[in-house]
Each structure stands twice: as C-alpha cells, then as structure tokens.
C-alpha cells in the first residue's frame, strides 16, 4: 500500500492573495511577497515536525477566526514574532503557552485566519528555548 511521506502543501482561498503574502514576508520574513511559499527541509529546526490532525466539529481552538483551519508555523523567536505581526495589523489573541515540546501563541492575519506560532525547544533542551 502507498503511504503518506508529510505534507505537500497548503492551498487557501483569499479575497487578495497579493496582499496577503507581501504581509506575511513584511511582518514574518515568509518569502518574497510573490506566489507562494516553500519551505525546505533543511529551514526546520531539530525539534519541528509537521502535525495532521482534524479536531472535533464543534472545537473552539480556532475561535474568535470563524474559518475551518488554522495555520500553525515554526519561528525561531515567537515574542518577538507575535510582536512583529502586532505591529503589522495582526491581532494578537489569546497567551504564550509553554510546554515542554515547546512554546505557543496566536494571531489573527488580514484574512482573519488564526495562526498558531510554534517555537520548538533546542535539541536536548525541554521547556523555554533561550
């Protein structure tokens, strides 16, 4: 049986695409602003993998976005992305949450997706990266 080997990629509508990738190269350093995005292996840091996973019909993780999906991506400095992206329009919902497979926080982009911001720890370190 063929299996899975990750995920190949993400496709959302926007009401202006443009718009919404020259953001998030301004205010997260995503590419160049134009057509998409790759992310190579090689940028992941030790501790970063990508999760699957649908969640129930009536979870409110994704809330206050009313869309079914949200976005969650690796930083290598989350106060410090959660702090550009509020100075770009984002609106910052919700605290930092450590753990110890990392740390977490939330923003809503223009398009009012959720995205979640995910620094894994260092290698061999747990909790709070320094």
């Known amino acids: 049986m063929a299996k899975v080997l990750g995920l190949g990629g993400l496709f959302f509508k926007s009401s202006d695409p443009e718009k919404l990738l020259a953001w998030y190269s301004q205010w997260l350093g995503i590419g160049d602003g134009k057509n998409s995005i790759e992310f ?29 999906f949200m976005f969650n991506l690796i930083v290598d400095d ?27 926080g939330w923003f809503l982009d223009p398009d009012g997706n959720k ?6 720890p260092l290698p061999g370190r747990v909790g709070r990266p320094e």
């Open 115 to 120: 995205v979640e911001l995910w620094q894994p």
């Open 40 to 68: 190579r292996p090689q940028s992941i840091p030790a501790n970063g993998f990508t999760v699957w996973s649908p969640f129930p019909a009536n979870t409110d993780y994704f809330a206050p976005s009313t869309h079914q």
């Open 78 to 104: 989350l106060d410090e992305a959660l702090g550009q992206v509020h100075l770009g329009g984002g609106q910052v919902v919700g605290e930092i949450e450590e753990h110890e497979y990392g740390r977490f």
